[in-house]
């Protein structure tokens, strides 16, 4: 019997659309704030070389999510980069250099690669939703009242059509749920009996059972939940985050958990973000609130390698073929 563990695989999400702007100019390749050897050996892997910051360099692999500062300054300082590979599939704390630098510098990003374990995620969120395990991991007595409704057979609204909500709706298969999809265009989706665009997200959300957001945060997207959303949904209905916090009014949010406009809120990512200490989700009987890790590091460094050696592959190329994740810089993601 083989003791080899599967992990989690990168997934490739596919787009026959052209490249927002000319094909980078190949050359070395700088991996910054801090080279791992892992994504080093990436770029090594794919052909690449790697080197320090300076005139010279054309790509540049971008590690750190948390400091777009940092990613400014290192393309003032090298403006012949042509190509940027950013971390996160999430990539509104760099849109203002996204927006600058869009019209001649190609960026990339994780979106898609880290399906498998964020979706693993909200799935456990919608199942402990659905099962009050919020309720049941603060109890301190033995409760008497039955509580908890079965996934299987439920109206599940899934929010956005990305990698993230594709494999979602794959792990939801075996419930034998019913999915809508709510995105952009209204282009089937496997796996979901319908597909609506964003603007008819009202005209669903009364059917729905359980809603899951895996949509990018855009100034459009923005708060897409609130107050309106919230009270034309089912009292039992839940609702699972694992986008951006902003994607929900929280105030709201905290008002419809209260109020019982909806039984349950799974949260890996809310806003504010940390949720301080004390806000009212900490202590909200319907919440449960992960502190956005729906993918750890351990998780998520060999999936970004492997977006790191496609993508350094294609910027080898030369041809702006096989770039995977491009960032659409009027879209914003």
Known sequence: MSTVTRGHRAVVPTSGAPLPIDAPLSGPVAVLPEPTNL??????????????????????????????????????????????QLPFAGVDAFAHL?????????????????????????????????????????????????????????????????????EYIRLLAPF?????????????????????????????????????????????????????????????ARLVNIARGGLVDTDSLVEALRSGAIAAAGLDVTEPEPLPDGHPLWSEPGAIVTPHQADTPE???????????LNTAAFLGGTGEGFVGVVDPVAGY
């Open 176 to 236: 034998d749920v019913d999915v809508t999809v709510v995105r952009r265009s209204a282009d089937p989706v496997d796996g979901a009996s319908r597909t609506v665009t964003t603007d008819q997200l009202d005209e669903v959300l009364p059917g729905a059972d359980v809603v899951m957001i895996a949509a990018a945060m855009t100034s459009g997207t923005a708060k897409l939940f609130g107050k309106r959303q919230f009270a034309i949904m089912k009292p039992s």
């Open 39 to 84: 994504h080093v050996t990436a770029v090594t892997e794919a052909g690449g070389t790697v080197a320090p910051l300076d005139a010279d360099t054309r790509g540049l692999v971008w590690l750190d999510p948390r400091d777009p500062s940092g990613l400014e300054d290192a393309l003032d300082a090298a403006p012949g980069v042509g190509w940027v």
């Open 299 to 309: 998780m998520v460094a060999p999936l970004l390698a492997e977006r790191v050696r």
């Open 98 to 166: 996204i927006q600058e630098h869009g019209d001649r510098v190609l960026f990339t990003s994780a979106k898609g690669a880290y399906a498998e374990p964020v979706a693993e995620h909200a799935l456990a969120l919608t199942l402990g939703a659905l099962r009050v395990l919020q309720k049941r991991a603060r109890a301190t007595s033995w409760a008497t009242e039955p509580e908890g409704v079965s996934l299987y057979g439920r109206n599940v609204v899934v929010i956005g059509a990305g990698g993230i909500a594709l």
